[in-house]
């Protein structure tokens, strides 16, 4: 009997500019294993303000939606709804390879937990994925985005014009400067997007890194070309970035 695998996609974490890579890497594994691919979902909150290019990706490569409504501000529904279904294709579907895109370390304990059962979990993500997750997962699957698509990002934001990109990175340093530690020279990543977003409202602006493009906020910050990244725990597991103040040109 041929071995099954499942394909479920944390849209939260990843960018829709991917699955094109992600397709040719489990093609590639499906002529290797000779294992068939028989279930293929995407989760979110589908009626919230989801980038439209999912809708398409989705359609194009056949993957199912699975929606997660959001019953709190503070909880991500979809990451629980991941969970639970991935728990039900474990215990009563039987699924032998279970592939993963997320990036997040929040699905550590799934990961061991799919281990512990004796069947096998594959991660999927770009580069920034969390450390702990791609070191607990058989296999780690880096996922590029391809280079035509990289340069239609760099063009789009080009035609935004140069006032934007200077109003951001006026938006970033302002933040720096409200919520700097000075003694470590190092500011919350999520604290300094926070008060960018507050303070393009102020404008009747409107800043989301995701309709720019970006699958998560390190990108996104690192196209300014003005900080470095600092990786270090929160709590038990939960890995997060920080900006660390840009030097200033000596010239």
Same mark, same amino acid.
């Given at each position: 009997?041929?071995?099954? /695998? #499942?394909?479920? !996609?944390? %849209?939260?974490?990843?960018?829709?500019?991917?699955?094109?890579?992600?397709?040719?890497?489990?093609?590639?594994?499906?002529?290797?294993?000779n294992? !068939?691919?028989?279930?293929?979902?995407?989760? #979110?909150?589908?009626? #919230?303000?989801?980038?439209?290019?999912?809708? *398409?990706?989705?359609?194009?490569? &056949?993957?199912?939606?699975?929606?997660?409504? +959001?019953?709190?501000?503070?909880?991500?529904?979809?990451? /629980?709804?991941?969970?639970v279904y991935a728990m039900e294709l474990l215990l009563i579907k039987e699924i032998d390879v279970f592939i993963i895109m997320t990036g997040d370390s929040d699905f550590t304990s799934l990961v061991h937990k799919i281990k512990e059962n004796k069947k096998s979990i594959i991660i999927c993500s770009d580069s920034s994925a969390s450390t702990t997750l791609k070191e607990a997962a058989n296999d780690f699957w880096e996922i +590029? /985005?391809?280079?035509? &698509?990289?340069?239609? %990002? *760099?063009?789009?934001?080009?035609?935004?014009? &140069?006032?934007?990109?200077?109003?951001?990175?006026?938006?970033?340093?302002?933040a720096l400067s409200s919520y700097l530690d000075h003694k470590t020279k190092?500011?919350?990543?999520?604290?300094?997007?926070?008060?960018?977003?507050?303070? #393009?409202?102020?404008?009747?602006?409107k800043i989301d890194y995701k309709k720019m493009g970006y699958a998560k906020l390190k990108p996104f910050f690192k196209n300014l070309f003005l900080f470095d990244f600092v990786e270090k725990n929160k709590g038990n597991s939960k890995s997060y970035y920080l900006i660390r103040k840009p030097k200033k040109n000596k010239n």
């Open positions: 009997m041929q071995k099954k /695998i #499942a394909l479920l !996609i944390d %849209i939260e974490n990843v960018s829709h500019r991917s699955i094109s890579d992600l397709e040719k890497k489990i093609t590639s594994y499906i002529k290797t294993t294992f !068939i691919l028989v279930d293929k979902k995407a989760f #979110a909150n589908w009626n #919230a303000d989801i980038n439209p290019s999912w809708h *398409q990706v989705l359609k194009e490569h &056949q993957i199912d939606k699975k929606h997660s409504p +959001s019953y709190s501000k503070r909880k991500n529904g979809s990451d /629980i709804e991941l969970v +590029s /985005i391809p280079n035509n &698509q990289k340069k239609s %990002i *760099q063009k789009k934001e080009k035609k935004l014009g &140069q006032e934007y990109i200077k109003d951001k990175k006026r938006l970033c340093k302002m190092e500011v919350d990543m999520s604290l300094v997007y926070q008060l960018m977003q507050n303070k #393009a409202k102020e404008t009747n602006h």
